[in-house]
């Protein structure tokens, strides 16, 4: 089992002399990888946060499973301590349990489903087993917890899968550092075998001195790591989400400084804080890509989405169904007045679904002059043959708002709408 792969086996030196490569400038991400595994997991429960994920995403061949492995060879035996794609939920919480402060490596998160993927993300960084009752309806005991680090590997960004998951992602992305780990000239086939086969033969010498140095002095890494932040602060400025990132940078810094001293790693990490900076710079900017959708946008998706959903009061007074008529109705479009009509409790339940903000939503519409009244009472299907309708609340848009831009005139092209019902309106 995995308690039985912690321990030590070959000789020290040989282990110690695989990492000259970080050393190289083309490793540096893979430097970072590893030392946010290997020496910032022990740290993690000094900055404050419970638990960080640290993605290594680059294409077959580029190390990313090596770094994996690398890190548990600190502690122990690599294949003991590697976790793989396939291992269940339970088995990954069993082991972040056992694991505790070290640090947790699964290789090739690749095909993990997006809904898998966030609940990985928040279950990792709560630090914790979810909470469970017995049969007679008392709480049980939670014994699995944890203050470490997990760094997996994926051909994917794992950034873009969170946020597809849903409209507002930022809760997640937060809690995921995302490296690039790209095919190098360092790591090239022969140089990649050779450390292979080193670390399988000689692991687990600095784990335990690392670990030891940590507890002796234990009263001073916070301040320590809280020196670093302050120093990637002063250099990044940062919103309050991204102290979580900082936190993880820090201890990763720290741990590899502490681990040079003792003679644990041959490579230098003063190169490290450079790149972080940079990192997390790239970082915020890909969050604020993936994150910023405007009040707009997300009327318009929905307008997309349920395109075939809606009623069209044409320019002479001809109501019309869109394709679907045996759909749902959410929305009622008045082209002579320029008014949209969006059923309150629809859009509301759309707006749920994606995790984005009603009240937000609501607010920025209003201020640009989009959203003339929440509380509008309209029948969607006033004037449709054969269809029964009652009063609902609406949200009522001005379509012709120039901010709107053609958000709103999709309703109207041929190939959105079909008619499929006539009638004069009553």
């Known amino acids: 089992d995995a308690a039985g792969a912690y321990g030590e086996h070959g000789d020290a030196a040989e282990w110690v002399e695989t990492t000259k490569h970080f050393n190289n400038e083309d490793t540096i991400n893979h430097f970072f990888a590893f030392c946010a595994g290997a020496f910032g997991a022990p740290l993690l429960r000094f900055t404050g946060f419970a638990g960080a994920l640290v993605s290594c995403v680059g294409d077959s061949g580029s190390g990313k499973t090596l770094v994996g492995r690398w890190i548990q060879s600190f502690y122990g035996a690599p294949d003991g301590l590697m976790l793989q794609k396939d291992d269940t939920k339970n ?3 069993s082991r972040l349990g056992l694991s505790g402060s070290l640090p947790v490596t699964i290789d090739e998160v690749s095909n993990i489903a997006k809904e898998d993927l966030s609940e990985l993300a928040y279950r990792v960084t709560q630090g914790r087993d979810r909470g469970r009752l017995s049969r007679n309806g008392s709480e049980r005991g939670n014994l699995n917890t944890w203050n470490t680090i997990a760094v997996v590997s994926s051909n994917h960004s794992l950034l873009d899968k969170l946020a597809a998951n849903k409209g507002d992602s930022s809760a997640e992305l937060n809690r995921v550092i995302e490296i690039p780990v790209n095919t190098c000239f360092t790591f090239c086939r022969n140089t990649a075998t050779d450390v292979y086969r080193a670390i399988t033969k000689n692991y687990g010498h600095g784990g335990a001195k690392y670990i030891q140095y940590l507890v002796d002095h234990q009263d001073k890494h916070q301040e320590k790591i809280d020196v670093v932040v302050k120093m990637l602060e002063d250099r990044l400025g940062t919103a309050h989400g991204e102290r979580f ?3 993880v940078a820090g201890a990763t810094i ?8 003792l003679g644990l790693i041959s490579a230098k990490p003063a190169p490290l804080l450079d790149f972080v900076v940079e990192a997390l710079k790239n970082a915020k900017d890909t ?3 993936l994150t910023t959708t405007s009040a707009i946008d997300i009327l318009g998706a929905f307008l997309s989405k349920y395109n075939q959903h809606g009623v069209i009061v044409g320019t002479n007074s001809s109501t019309q169904a869109a394709r679907d008529s045996r759909g749902a109705v959410l929305y009622r479009y008045e082209m ?3 008014r949209l009509f969006i059923s309150v409790p629809d859009f509301r339940a759309y707006l749920s679904e994606h995790s984005y903000s009603s009240h937000k939503v609501k607010y920025d519409l209003m201020a640009q002059g989009v959203l003339a009244t929440d509380k509008a009472r309209v029948n969607l299907v006033k004037g449709l043959a054969g269809q029964v309708g009652a009063v609902v609340q609406c949200w009522e848009i001005k379509a012709h708002a ?3 831009g053609n958000v709103t005139m999709a ?3 041929d190939e959105v709408v079909t008619p499929t019902t006539v009638a004069g309106l009553g």
Request: hydrophobic share 50%; net charge positive; glycine share 8%.
């Open 91 to 93: 088995f990954l919480i």
């Open 245 to 247: 990132w900082l936190a």
């Open 254 to 261: 720290y741990g590899a400084s502490i681990a040079h001293s």
């Open 287 to 289: 969050k604020k890509d």
């Open 336 to 338: 002579d007045s320029g």
């Open 402 to 404: 120039p901010v709107l």
């Open 411 to 413: 309703l109207v092209r």
